[in-house]
């Protein structure tokens, strides 16, 4: 999943893709270069971010869905939270709904996913984006995720979602010190046991720091792809990332590894 922020300030991109002309050529090389979804978002939920009104999030998104209609070919996903917002996007060609609030805010977004058969992807973190670390307190990285994604799907569910429509995210960096990003991700295996595909987005994230010391969002690829190689031999379906040309060739080798993997006696 190629990620296409077309906001003015999210951590890793922001105005790089505010023009949709220019949004649109990003996606279009995406595509070609082995994106399989591309991920479009109006706004930024970086830690410390504020959040935006509808009618703002719509006026970014709009017209960058109405050109990728016509030059790409595979399904794009909505990053929102907001109702009005997915109805709009699913109205010009999305295929999903990524909520990185897994339903808190808005169980809505679940209705509209069942009723127009989009896609769902939800995602666990605790709090709002401008606070989201004062919630960062866990006793079981693995139980309480797991239960709180537990919650999420069944929270999709009762408002409408089909469950085979749904996809888990366990949210790296959001609401999650970096020890506690480093144990979301060694616990896929646990996440697994939910039984939905997972989704996994690293990249670039500020708790690769922890381990790489203090760098810029952009020389953080080298440790994307370390986080993206591990998150495919711990079984997630889809990774979110930013460079995709390097990624895609980081998921074939992994993919690779783990196919032989399956292969030998345990």
Known sequence: MGILNVTPDSFADGGLYLDPGAAEAAAVEMEGRGADLIDVGGESTRPGSDSIGAEEEIARIRPVLERLARSVKVPISIDTSKPAVAEVALGEGAALVNDVT???????????????????????????????????????????????????????????????????????????????????????????????????????????????????????????????????????????VHNVPDMVDVVRVADAIRAAMKGRPT
């Open 102 to 240: 897994g339903l808190r805010y808005d169980a809505a977004l679940a209705e509209i996913a069942g009723r127009s058969g989009a896609g769902l992807i939800l995602m666990h973190a605790r709090g709002r984006s401008r606070d989201m670390y004062k919630d960062a307190n866990y006793v079981s990285v693995p139980g309480e995720v797991s239960a709180e994604l537990r919650a999420s799907l069944e929270r999709a569910l009762e408002a409408g979602a089909r469950r085979d429509s749904v996809v888990l995210d366990p949210g790296l960096g959001f609401a999650k010190r970096p020890e506690h990003s480093f144990e979301a991700l060694a616990a896929l295996p646990d996440f697994a046991a939910l039984g939905r595909p997972l989704l996994v987005g690293p990249s670039r994230k500020s708790f690769l720091s922890a381990a790489i010391g203090d760098r810029a969002p952009e020389g953080r690829d080298a440790a994307t792809a370390a986080s993206v190689a591990a998150a495919v031999l711990l079984g997630a379906h889809i990774v979110r």
